[in-house]
């Protein structure tokens, strides 16, 4: 029986770890769910035990085999090597916990699979980290030395007593142990085991966080992640052909043959007798509610008064809350793929549809121009592999006027960008450009004397940040104007997603607002307010640039007939397929449902079976294409 106390004392251990920061996670942001009955709230400790067991019980069998198996001789050996094993659980479950907190401030949610991916990218975060987040840090280190000396000190677990234990006695109970954890690792007595869907108890997403293990988080997004290509059914069933069949009328695309499902001609706007040149200036992380013209901000005055001149967006939603699906949607029409988007996937690396490759046949040349090192997010193999000629990074800006974290300022990334299509206009060449920005982005590191920073907020704020980005806006176009190219361009001016998608509802739709601007010296002042996507605007764009195409975006522009007034959006795993003001949400192994969306608020609502299917078959539709390699 030792050897079932000491396995307690560890089981104790960790769940003390989790429930304490389960509880800070309850008391700190309890506001978010305040109007949620107490008791029904406390059920967060009753089904977060379950996600805590499973995580401990994983831990817990390696441990459980050593014990039963090993010989007498080697017991002191056996219980320092589990110690270590034990320690080593336990300060990486404190630190996952002590990160946990700012993680959830900045995307409001347990860590998930970006928390593993940022860990690719060590310069990056570790800068991130020693600025952004010192004192988390700070804390997150004296509490995992202080664990470590209590622990080695008091010595509360006794391994050696176990194995010193007559061996056939242990030998004897390992497989009833094992069963024991086999049951906690599953958590369930029925057909299948507990999965992250079964934290999901509350119709308050913010406490259904709470609830969730943020180890088994990261674990279950890493293990779903990789199963991610070819992993659809986790949202429904349907067949395919159907689903292309549904998918067509939701799109109002005609659906042609297998190997080019969407690819169809379609007619410029307008008339002109010169190719006009296509820029996409894509802003990292503005939000509608930051603009003028949007959300009755001041921060924005130069996009605000683009917006007032020429097309704007008032009524737009982002693909997703990560820059790859924000660039994705922008530079290639796409929608949302579930697990990692199409920037990051094998079979996008090469032969994938992108503006550089639809417009190389008439003599385009392209760029992708970003003020950071490219290698982040895949972003330099990607458009280097499709179509781009080149691509402008960090190591090509000669002495920046003001370089932080990402990379050199959005002024340097301008004036660089106005300098290369300087050049092709003076070689005589059309030219398609993507520019990504990164000023405005944790932790906010801003040059002084560009802008009049806001009174009552830190200078390192959101505020500043969309402030200063505005101003690189400003400052392109001053420059362009003056620069022959510029009558003769189309600019896309439009964000990746907003700055920190949050809130309480199952999908934070309003969060996924952003705004976009096109700008074109012969197009009239016009406000489009009806629902539309980011491949929609990359459709109205390409719809004015002069030149008859064959593409298969799946979005269309504003000025064709009947366009469909849809958006698909995608919040970590979750789908929100919203149609008008009727919203369809597609949570992995959880039943669709249907919501109406008035006042940023979702009301769930009798189930509206055409809806759910459209968003079901456009899930299966971008599944299927990326397998068959058909978006080309």
Not at 124 to 145: G, Q, W
Not at 321 to 330: D, H, I, N, Y
Not at 603 to 629: F, G, H, P, S, W
């Amino acid at each position: 029986m030792k050897l079932v106390r000491e396995l307690l004392k560890v089981y104790l251990i960790f769940a003390a770890v989790f429930f304490i920061g389960r509880l800070l996670f309850f008391i700190i942001f309890y506001e978010r769910f305040a109007e949620i009955p107490f008791s029904e709230a406390l059920f967060t400790f009753i089904y977060g035990i379950r996600m805590d067991t499973i995580v401990i019980s994983v831990i817990l069998v390696i441990p459980t085999i050593i014990l039963t198996l090993s010989p007498k001789l080697f017991s002191k050996f056996i219980s320092k090597l589990l110690n270590i094993y034990i320690l080593a659980f336990l300060v990486f479950a404190i630190f996952i916990e002590c990160a946990s907190f700012p993680f959830f401030l900045q995307y409001d949610l347990r860590p998930n699979y970006l928390f593993l991916e940022y860990l690719e990218y060590p310069k990056e975060v570790s800068s991130l980290m020693f600025k952004d987040y010192k004192l988390d840090l700070f804390l997150a280190s004296v509490l995992i030395l202080i664990t470590i000396k209590i622990f080695t000190k008091y010595k509360f677990l006794n391994f050696e007593s176990v194995v010193e234990q007559n061996y056939l006695s242990r030998v004897l109970i390992l497989l009833p142990i094992l069963l024991i954890l086999f049951l906690g690792i599953r958590s369930s007595f029925g057909h299948r085991p507990v999965n992250i869907s079964d934290a999901l108890y509350s119709t308050n997403r913010v406490l259904n966080e709470v609830t969730k293990n943020s180890i088994h988080s990261i674990a279950y997004a890493y293990y779903s992640y990789k199963r991610s290509e070819g992993n659809v059914s986790k949202y429904g069933k349907m067949d395919i052909k159907e689903a292309y069949k549904i998918a067509s009328s939701a799109l109002g695309i005609e659906y042609k043959d297998d190997k080019r499902p969407f690819y169809r001609e379609v007619k410029s706007h307008i008339k002109s007798e010169k190719k006009k040149n296509l820029v996409i200036i894509i802003e990292e992380s503005m939000g509608a509610q930051f603009t003028g013209f949007i959300g009755n901000n001041t921060l924005t005055p130069n996009l605000d008064k683009l917006a007032n001149e020429y097309i704007s967006f008032t009524n737009l939603h982002s693909n997703g809350t990560r820059s790859v699906r924000g660039l994705a949607a922008l530079t290639s029409g796409t929608l949302p793929i579930h697990g990692n988007e199409v920037i990051k996937r094998n079979k996008t690396q090469s032969d994938y549809f992108t503006v550089a490759n639809l417009l190389k046949p008439y003599g385009y040349k392209s760029s992708f121009i970003y003020g950071g090192e490219a290698r982040f997010d895949n972003m330099r193999s990607w458009y280097l592999g499709n179509g781009f000629d080149i691509v402008i990074e960090e190591k090509d800006y000669e002495n920046p006027i003001f370089a932080s974290t990402w990379g050199v300022s959005d002024e340097d990334l301008v004036i660089k960008a106005n300098e290369t299509f300087v050049n092709h206009s003076k070689a005589n060449e059309n030219f398609v450009s993507v520019i990504f920005s990164s000023s405005n982005h944790t932790p906010f590191e801003l040059p002084d004397g560009k802008i009049e920073f806001e009174k009552n907020v830190p200078k390192q704020s959101v505020e500043n940040a969309i402030k200063y980005a505005d101003f690189a806006i400003g400052r392109f176009f001053n420059l362009a104007k003056k620069e022959s190219y510029f009558k003769n361009t189309v600019f896309i001016v439009a964000s990746d997603h907003n700055v920190r998608v949050y809130g309480d509802q199952v999908v934070p739709i309003d969060m996924f607002q952003i705004p976009a601007v096109i700008v074109s010296q012969d197009i009239k002042s016009l406000v489009y307010s009806k629902l539309s996507s980011q491949a929609d605007v990359l459709a109205t764009a390409l719809d004015l640039i002069g030149v008859d195409l064959s593409y298969p975006i799946l979005g269309n522009s504003i000025f064709k007939d009947n366009k469909k007034e849809i958006n698909l959006m995608l919040f970590d795993e979750t789908y929100a397929y919203r149609k008008s003001n009727k919203v369809a949400i597609l949570i992995p192994n959880m039943d669709i449902k249907t919501y109406l969306y008035e006042n940023k608020k979702l009301i769930e609502v009798e189930e509206d079976l055409t809806l759910e299917q459209e968003a079901l078959a456009l899930i299966y539709i971008l599944d299927d294409m990326y397998k068959n390699r058909s978006f080309k």
